[in-house]
């Protein structure tokens, strides 16, 4: 099995077949039996010519291999940091896999305890014979691996009575945000405690910037973030996409505060970002779902996300654990730095104790995003319109749309539309705007209007009780009026919907999209 790329495949090929070997694929893969047998064929055993293999490879992967012998040798090697790779113990059965939602429905046959797993860092090898399993590294010395206790109640993946894990997840949503801010609020003395944040006071107060870095969904927050990092710490504050991270000739430096986000905490572009930090002398901490994972390893301090186990490939409930966590974040940071006064604080700290509420109570009545889902099915190509902290909730409910529904779908700033995309529009053409009532209210208007004016259906999400907009577009849905520091998390919440109703209504496989993974583990 491998999970990565080969980088310097083709000049191992070239000399493999120089010697005679014949390739079967014009996969990468393939150089890896095909080198084994070369470090078989100088007399190693097996152990060893998987070993001769793997020093041969560049670039970041995890592979096992099993040998044909009547030994049965299988061996297991993580090589830089794309492909997890981790060993369970099962009764008397050693398993590996890529992650730990792999492992479940091995942990699920025995509920009643936790389970040990060993994560493999880069170039560490795991050997499993019939009598037993040895952790050594690229050179053959042996290594004393620490099993982690994972709780199987954290890893639960029963559906329930849900018809599938998204609209699962979406409905857990109250909960997760609920359980975020739980025991970092003090509601009596209006603070924020994050005992989880390792980095000094003194520290913090001489931060001269932050950067946000994630990718996919996890960017989307990272970008939401950023605002909240400037608006209520007051530090100067960007969102990175963990891919182009390293490439960005960005100043990082000792006094840069770098938080990666992140479902998983095995993303390669993500991991890849936190090496990079780290060697820049940055300050590196994880919002991260995933405990005992490579970033939450990296990192100086992980914030846990406390979403509990996301199966759903789409990402839901842990874009909203990550929106509230950095939002507490952004607040603990302005109460160090005395950005926040206790008045704003506490009116802060009693919206968010609202969110719970606000989000079940709309969770509460599904059907209403139905219709909207309906209209939107019939269209190839939809724009996804916001302003402000909006527009990455745009960009997010795009994305959803996109992966689940195969539905063309951009996210862009609304102010940004008639700089191009505007000359897109036409009765053909799909607007989702998010258009709450709040300060940009009458920018976003405009934009809707120009939009109408040219023929393009527009479908909106509006504060209840807005009549005037909601006769003036095609169709609406209604959130509750809120507070403005909750409405990226509430507006999340009928896009998610929107894009899970689309999805069935095209009868696609919501959980499992076609030619994604729910971790990324290759750049
Ligand atoms: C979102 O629905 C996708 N599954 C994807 O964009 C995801 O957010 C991205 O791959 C990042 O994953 P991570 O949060 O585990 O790092």
Redesign the pocket.
């Known amino acids: 099995m491998h999970n990565g790329i080969i980088e310097n495949f083709l000049d191992l090929k070239k000399k493999l077949e120089a010697e005679g070997h014949i390739f079967a694929s014009q996969t990468d893969s393939e150089v890896i039996p095909h080198l084994i047998e070369v470090g078989l064929s100088k007399g190693n055993d097996f152990e060893e010519a998987f070993r001769y293999m793997a020093r041969q490879l560049k670039g970041s992967q995890a592979i096992v291999a099993l040998s044909q012998s009547p030994e049965r040798v299988l061996c297991g090697i993580r090589l830089g940091y794309a492909g997890g790779l981790l060993i369970a113990n099962h009764k008397g059965e050693t398993i590996l896999g890529s992650a730990l939602p792999a492992m479940v429905p091995l942990f699920e046959q025995d509920m009643s305890s936790s389970h040990e797993v060993v994560f493999l860092e880069s170039e560490e090898m795991v050997t499993v014979t019939r009598s037993n399993t040895i952790y050594q590294n690229l050179d053959g010395h042996m290594l004393g691996k620490e099993p982690v206790s994972v709780a199987v109640s954290d890893l639960s993946s029963d559906k329930g009575n849900y018809s599938h894990f998204m609209l699962k997840e979406i409905m857990e949503q109250p909960d997760v945000v609920g359980a975020t801010f739980k025991e970092r609020e003090d509601f009596y003395n209006k603070t924020i405690s994050l005992s989880d944040f390792q980095i000094s006071d003194a520290d913090v107060l001489n931060l001269t910037r932050v950067i946000l870095v994630?990718?996919?969904?996890?960017?989307h927050a990272a970008q939401v973030g950023r605002n909240w990092i400037e608006e209520f710490a007051g530090i100067p504050a960007s969102a990175e996409s963990?891919s182009e991270f390293r490439y960005n000739h960005l100043t990082v430096d000792s006094k840069t505060l770098v938080i990666t986000?992140?479902?998983?905490?095995?993303?390669a572009d993500?991991i890849a970002a936190m090496e990079h930090a780290l060697s820049k002398g940055a300050r590196l901490i994880t919002i991260c779902?995933s405990e005992g994972s490579q970033a939450t390893r990296i990192a100086e301090s992980t914030l846990n996300m406390q979403a509990g186990l996301e199966i759903g490939?789409?990402?839901?409930k842990?874009?909203l654990a990550s929106l509230c966590t950095v939002l507490i974040l952004a607040m603990y940071l302005g109460q160090i730095r005395g950005a926040l006064n206790s008045l704003q604080m506490g009116v802060l700290i009693e919206n968010l104790s609202t969110l719970p509420r606000i989000l079940g109570d709309l969770l509460g009545d599904t059907g209403k995003y139905k219709d909207l889902a309906q209209i939107i099915s019939g269209y190839d190509d939809l724009l996804f319109l916001g302003r402000g902290t909006h527009v990455p909730i745009a960009y997010e409910g795009a994305?959803?749309l996109k992966?689940i529904s195969y539905i063309h779908a951009e996210g862009y700033a609304a102010g940004e539309m008639k700089h191009g995309p505007i000359a897109l529009i036409d009765s053909n053409m799909a607007t989702l705007a998010l258009a709450p009532k709040y300060q940009l209210y009458d920018k976003m208007l405009s934009n809707i209007l120009e939009v109408k004016a040219r023929d393009g259906m527009v479908a909106a999400i509006l504060t209840e009780g807005d009549v005037e907009l909601g006769s003036r577009v095609d169709v609406a849905a209604y959130i509750p009026p809120v507070p403005e520091s909750l409405l990226p998390m509430v507006l999340t919440i009928p896009l998610q919907l929107v894009a899970y109703y689309v999805a069935l209504a095209k009868g696609c496989d919501v959980d499992k999209p076609r030619n994604?993974a729910?971790?990324?583990t290759v750049e």
């Open positions: 994630g990718c996919g969904t996890s960017l963990a986000i992140g479902q998983s905490g095995e993303t993500t779902n490939v789409a990402s839901t842990t874009f994305l959803k992966e994604l729910k971790s990324v």
